[in-house]
């Protein structure tokens, strides 16, 4: 190789290396600026310039004294610097052959002095030159002066060196502002540390605003302290199971509306601890979109879980491989209060915050689907263990022990769990869902907030149970249902004053059936309510019947079932009912039980009250049996107190039963109610509870429930003699 082919390739490396700082031909930047400023002032001279020296051209990246962009290398002082180790010094340029003729020194600026330290990468190419120039004559430039200029210029390498690092981080930054993605980072502390063009415009913040301030800005209020917690869990060292994954959730703009996102979560380590980013994309569009098909086709447009039907279709697929699998239902314990005293609109919240909580604390290989309502569905894949089953039915348990900050809210709900397995418990689709739904019945007849694995057993009792109400269904339409009516009497003289009417169950083949061998089945059964307005109806049409008959005017005590006042159509139906009949509302008494108070809703306290404003009476049937509290008394517009016969049984045997009659009694007088003793047998009975002041009483020995005809001969025939004044 020839000397002047390796001078050749010693520039073309040159060059190179230079390019790699991407410099040459950039436009100004303070940090070179200021080195040129500081080396002008510092060796009192008039110009100083930081320059590259290129292929053909000089080009100044700096300049101090005079406004210069680039001459050609040959015309430059610091072509010949790049060519040494040392700083070059030019005394007078006039007097040296290599300058003397230079644009620069022959005419404007008249250089005359010059010094350059050269620009020595890591490599060891000389990239360019650190140069300070005047117009006067300096005769000497000592070896003092040489270090610190040399020095000056290695303090401009170091800033090309930090420059091009920055590159990349720069180039990445670019990018992340030109992608539609929308990138956030956070801190430890949960602050934003940074965010991308994209995603200012989509939260609708400047960056100022964003960066360093907390994550809370994008988050809807109700979910931030279920967002921080989970933060803090993963800044203190835990694990995230949303980690890798894709979710959609809900995002909050800067003008406060909320919209879909979707979502994809990053967590590392560094110096400083646990870094988070996300990579966030507005859904808007695809929501709306994909809305009709993705609730058709697979997901709960809810909950962003997948729905029933999804979940039917993948259960099919797994049973279709011949592999074993787990199937696991669960319901909310204290769900329907929520929707009841806060509204759907929380509930609904509610339900989101929970579709978010569950897949980050279950496996990555389950299934998670609502059903709907606040039924859930869990698949696990490739185990029949039951041990796994539990152990997943568990983690779904111990998720509901840590409160929902929901809205201001804040929720503590359970869930009931009940599973199946499969080969072992069915072998298609419905048959494990139903198995597993057994399981769930079962665990919520245990209190709630436990887990139930299937036993055939289970579907015995249960089908039993569905065949009883489709009986009841039969019944009703076929007219087997009936009403026998058991007097009730005023205790001082023995006239009857009223009549509690009671369903019977004409059964085809059992025959006459009392309420406790169906009502169980009837009260859990969809047909409650059309059962318990037949009722109604029934005995509206017998006070009908009876007056027209010329009776004296007797009091009707129907009992509701519960689903009959949560209907919200109570007080109309009653309405209905006293027009279509002619009746007198003050001898119309409905008859309620605890359950209806336990649930201490507003819709069912507002029916009560309308049919008080009718002139409806309202007893309060079996008190003290349950646990009804003090106040349901006064918060219900109350007529009547009857006392159960549990307490009238035992009344001469068992001082407590005496004790808390004596007082039941005493608190409905000071309450102004009439009280009725429900279960009086004997004569001694109807003795002590006179003595106590018990007003009226019902029971054996005044008559057990009777058809209507047989009832009937007991009221006295004469009106005017008889009438009885109900208040």
């Not at 909950?303 to 797994?318: P, Q």
């Not at 314990?333 to 980050?360: C, E, M, T, Y």
């Not at 009226?696 to 001969?713: H, I, L, N, S």
Request: some cysteine; hydrophobic content about 45%; aromatic content about 8%.
């Amino acid at each position: 190789m020839s000397y002047a082919d390796s001078i050749d390739i010693a520039e073309r490396r040159r060059l190179d290396a230079l390019a790699n700082y991407r410099i040459a031909g950039s436009g100004p930047e303070n940090r070179f600026d200021r080195i040129c400023r500081f080396a002008s002032e510092l060796f009192s001279t008039r110009m100083a310039f930081v320059t590259l020296i290129e292929e053909d051209r000089q080009w100044f990246k700096a300049c101090s004294g005079l406004d210069i962009e680039e001459t050609d290398r040959s015309e430059s002082f610091c072509d010949h610097t790049i060519r040494t180790d040392d700083v070059l010094v030019v005394s007078d340029a006039r007097l040296d052959a290599r300058f003397s003729s230079l644009p620069i020194v022959s005419g404007e600026p008249f250089i005359r002095f010059y010094a350059g330290a050269p620009l020595i990468s890591p490599d060891g190419f000389r990239l360019g030159a650190l140069c300070i120039a005047d117009t006067q004559v300096r005769e000497s430039f000592s070896e003092r002066e040489r270090r610190t200029l040399a020095g000056l210029a290695a303090m401009v390498m170091e800033h090309m060196e930090l420059r091009r690092e920055g590159i990349p981080q720069a180039t990445a930054a670019n990018f992340a502002d030109a992608t539609d993605l929308s990138l956030i980072t956070v801190d430890p502390t949960g602050r934003v540390e940074f965010v991308n063009q994209a995603a200012l415009d989509m939260f609708g913040f400047g960056r100022e605003e964003m960066v360093g301030g907390p994550l809370d800005l994008i988050v809807p209020e109700r979910f931030r302290a279920a967002h921080n917690a989970g933060l803090a869990r993963v800044a203190a060292g835990g694990s995230s199971m949303l980690k890798g994954k894709t979710v959609e959730i809900s995002a909050c703009r800067k003008d406060g509306t909320e919209f879909p996102v979707e979502m994809a979560l990053s967590i590392w380590h560094d110096q400083r601890g646990v870094g988070v980013g996300a990579i966030i994309k507005d859904i808007s569009e695809r929501r709306d979109r994909d809305a009709r098909l993705l609730r058709l086709a697979s997901q709960d447009t809810l909950t962003g879980l997948c729905n029933r039907h999804r979940f039917e279709d993948l259960l099919r697929e797994e049973l279709a491989r011949n592999r074993p699998l787990a199937v696991l239902l669960f319901d909310l314990d204290g769900f329907k209060d929520v929707n009841d005293r806060l509204g759907h609109g929380i509930g609904d919240s509610l339900l989101q915050a929970i579709g978010v909580r569950l897949p980050a604390v279950l496996d990555r290989n389950v299934t998670v689907s609502r059903f709907g309502g606040d039924e859930f569905a869990i698949l696990i894949p490739g185990t029949g263990d039951p041990l796994v089953a539990q152990k997943t039915a568990n983690a779904v348990i111990e998720a509901f022990k840590i409160p929902f900050e929901v809205a201001g809210h804040t929720f503590r709900i359970g869930a009931s769990v009940g599973f199946s397995l499969a080969p072992n418990h069915g072998s298609d689709s419905e048959e494990l869902i139903a198995s597993a739904d057994f399981a769930l019945y079962r665990a919520k007849q245990a209190g709630g907030r436990v887990v139930r694995m299937f036993e055939q057993s289970m579907r015995n009792e249960t089908l039993a149970k569905r065949m009883l109400r489709d009986e009841l269904l039969r019944a009703l339409n076929k007219n087997e249902l009936v009403l026998h009516y058991q007097p009730q009497v005023t205790l001082d003289t023995g006239e009857v004053f009223g009549v509690e009417a009671l369903i019977r169950w004409q059964h085809p083949e059992r025959g006459l059936l009392s309420p406790a061998a169906f009502l169980p089945a009837l009260e859990q059964s969809s047909i409650a309510l059309d059962v318990g307005f037949w009722v109604l109806d029934q005995a509206g049409r017998q006070m009908a019947a009876w007056d027209a008959a010329g009776y004296p005017p007797i009091k009707m005590g129907i009992n509701l079932f519960p689903a009959q006042v949560r209907a919200g159509d109570l007080a109309r139906s009653v309405v209905d009912l006293i027009a279509r009949y002619a009746l007198d509302p003050h001898f119309l008494e409905i008859e309620i039980t605890e359950t209806v108070t336990l649930n201490d809703d507003d819709q069912s306290l507002e029916s009560i009250q309308a049919l008080r404003e009718l002139g409806v009476g309202i007893a309060f049937d079996d008190f003290g049996t349950g646990y009804a509290s003090l106040g349901s008394l006064q918060r219900y517009p109350l007529t009547t107190l009857k006392i159960d016969m549990g307490f009238v049984r035992d009344l001469l045997t068992k001082p407590r039963d005496a004790a808390i009659t004596r007082a039941l009694i005493a608190l409905s007088r000071e309450l102004g109610l009439k009280t009725i003793a429900e279960g009086i047998e004997t004569e001694e009975q109807e003795a002590a509870l006179r003595l106590m002041g018990c007003e009226a009483g019902q029971g054996y020995r005044y008559g057990k429930a009777m058809p209507a005809d047989e009832v009937a001969q007991l009221f006295v025939q004469s009106v005017e003699k008889q009438r009885i004044r109900i208040k």
